[in-house]
């Protein structure tokens, strides 16, 4: 998404590193021939008894500084919109976005950074409707506050990403010729459900059911249909907009532990259903797998990790 480039010499791949409350996890991704390798991955606190877990401590004591980061902004930190694509050369695309979009955000547009996202045409819709885009906002302090902590830490900071971008990547690991993947997470913010078609993001909603309601084993019926119900919905949608790009198959990214949700799924919708592992698109040490809970914890770090250059606006 927002990218921009360092000068000093770095480390082959990306380094998605996490900020949280209480501790930074990272997921390295590193190009390989196929699929990408897996370097370095982990929950990394100070070396040290006290408990401050700054970044500047942690990148010091774990020798980050020769890695080109990449980070996650968390769901309340930007706003994803989908737009008419405006007729302007591309060039002006940002500034015309930036105008269209300006009474849908949440603060002022001119406190505003904004990326844009193409969506690939429809080859059977011809002129009759006009292109749509994605517009990325997300709030200047709260980009510019990303930017100075790494700054401060010493680390190279190439880019800021966000979950729909970094689940992109590896549904395009995944994608089947001339067929749509769709591909639903479940964190402790919600569910992401996306839709990606030849490596690019078609649609993506967002699932107001999270991975703590689902842990709960008595209330997952009630939680499964609503899941079931928001599916259904979205493949309908896809189907109106984009009835050229067929629904391969959906797939369940990892979870915890087994809930039953992929068989209620399998049961319950028109198209093929399969969970998963992360091993399918990223090849990690033969003697040091990822678990399931692991790659239900660093899952899209280690798609933003999977990161390629996007392609020029």
Known sequence: MFG???????????????????????????????????????????????KEHSLEKIAREQRLQNFQCTTLLGPSEYQILLVDAPSV??????????????????YHVDDATIDVLEIPADPGAGGAKPRSMYAVAAPNDVVHK????F?????????????EMAQRNIASHLQQAERTTAMVSFRNWGGLL???????????????????????????THYFERITTELQRSFEHLERQFHRFPVGELLLAPLPEQ????????????????????????EFPPDG???????WEFFHLFGAAMRVEPKAL
């Open 259 to 282: 809930t039953g949700l992929v068989e209620h799924l399998a049961a319950n919708l028109y198209v093929p259903v399969r969970a998963f592992s992360l091993g399918e698109v990223i």
């Open 194 to 220: 996306t839709f990606s078609y030849d490596g690019e993001l078609l649609l993506s909603r967002r699932l107001e059911v999270t991975w703590d309601q689902l842990a709960v084993a008595e209330h997952r």
């Open 4 to 50: 921009w480039l360092a000068g000093s010499k770095q480390e082959p791949g990306w380094l998605a590193v996490g900020i949280e409350a209480d501790a930074i996890r990272i997921a390295q991704g590193i190009p390989g021939n196929g699929k990408p390798h897996a370097g370095r991955w982990g929950v990394l606190r100070p070396q040290s008894s006290s």
């Open 89 to 106: 050369p591309r060039d002006e695309l940002k500034a015309a976005i930036r105008w269209r979009i300006k009474d849908l955000l949440e």
């Open 151 to 163: 700054e401060a830490a010493h680390l190279a900071l190439k880019a800021i990403d966000i979950p």
């Open 289 to 295: 797998a990822a678990e399931d809970a692991e790659q």
């Open 146 to 149: 990303r930017i100075e902590a």
